[in-house]
């Protein structure tokens, strides 16, 4: 476990056209496993589970290529706590990159159709899911809960020792990072920094309750947040060829990896914000790269991408 991860310092032509300095903070190398943002969001979770003695399981939800889940089944099999992942979409999945590998670590996979993973927020489901699994912890989608705040707020007091910044973008799933990132500012810093959240999947304006919902009362009071919604690049998992060729050419001139699902589009949002004039000159960024380049197993795996564009290292099955 690599923690505090480190900040590098980005070169890139453009940050020099807009006189910007730009940084980034590696939470994709926190771990070899368990993807960044995922690890800051299961740790208190898991910390809890332990604690409990009447807890003896945990389970969570994800669609069949989930960072999360992947994340998850390992997190839990390295901490011994039997997990069960309950799946989008039909049994044929459990063979992919990203199933397997939960197999691997022995999760329970449950799969479920779109009608039925819809109801995963609804409290009348988790009561029926709970009464199956009387000793289970149930976590959410993605990992956010409220105990996954103070983990992702970490980030923030990381920060402080790192680096002086004005503005920190990140990518934005179900809220969960941004909210613990707004947290740690308000907790840590007098004069709270600029957050912007790039949403990466469509219509994603209900992102900013969902992001309210998860704050503690006294993060409230930090105003200078946002998610922005305009750079999804078609919704959640697509992008155009055009898109991965940007990723791509910034991942060859910055020497850092950035996957097309999350941390690219944010990599897309930074360099179009730039071109419209957004930032001042002198502006301090720091992108948070939250890890998730499990991903590109599926996506290699389905011919989306290759290999040979992604030099990723992958683990072999
Ligand atoms: C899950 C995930 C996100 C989104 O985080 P939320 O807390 O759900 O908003 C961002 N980046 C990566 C790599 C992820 O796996």
């Known amino acids: 476990m690599i923690s505090p991860s480190k900040t590098q310092h980005l070169q890139h032509p453009f940050f020099d056209e807009y006189k910007v300095q730009v940084s980034v903070k590696r939470d994709d190398s926190i771990h070899p496993i368990i993807s960044g943002n995922k690890w800051r969001k299961l740790k208190y979770n898991l910390a809890f589970i332990k604690q409990q003695k009447k807890i003896t399981g945990a389970i969570s939800f994800g669609g069949s290529y989930s960072n999360h889940i992947h994340a998850f089944a390992f997190a839990c099999h390295q901490q011994g706590i039997p997990c069960i992942g309950i799946i989008r979409g039909e049994a044929g999945y459990a063979d992919n990159y990203t199933l397997t590998w939960a197999r691997h670590w022995g999760m329970q996979l449950h799969f479920v159709d779109r009608k039925t993973y819809r109801r995963r927020h609804d409290s ?19 990992g956010s809960n409220e105990l996954a705040i103070p983990g992702v ?17 990140t990518p934005v799933g179900s809220g969960g990072t941004l909210a ?12 709270v920094h600029k957050l912007l959240g790039v949403a990466v999947l469509k219509g994603a304006d209900y992102l900013v309750d969902e992001v309210k919902a998860l704050l503690p009362e006294k993060a409230k009071r930090h105003q200078n947040w946002q998610v922005l919604t305009e750079y999804h690049c078609g919704g959640y998992a697509k992008f155009s060829l055009e898109d991965a060729k940007r990723i791509l050419e910034f991942n060859h001139i910055t020497g850092v990896d950035f996957e097309p699902v999350y941390s690219g589009k944010m990599v897309l949002a930074l360099l179009n914000l730039l071109a419209q004039g957004y930032f001042n000159a002198g502006e301090r960024i720091v992108l948070l790269h939250t890890g998730g ?25």
Request: proline share 5%; glycine share 10%.
């Open 124 to 142: 009348d489901y988790i009561t029926e899911l709970q009464k199956q699994f009387p000793n289970y912890f149930i976590i959410p989608e993605g």
């Open 153 to 169: 707020a970490e980030v923030m007091s990381e920060l402080k020792h790192q680096c002086q910044f004005d503005t920190l973008l």
């Open 180 to 191: 613990g990132l707004i947290t740690g500012d308000e907790e840590h810093n007098e004069n």
């Open 293 to 317: 380049m499990q991903g590109l197993g599926g996506m290699i795996e389905r011919g989306i991408l290759t290999a040979e564009q992604w030099p990723i290292p992958l683990i072999d099955r």
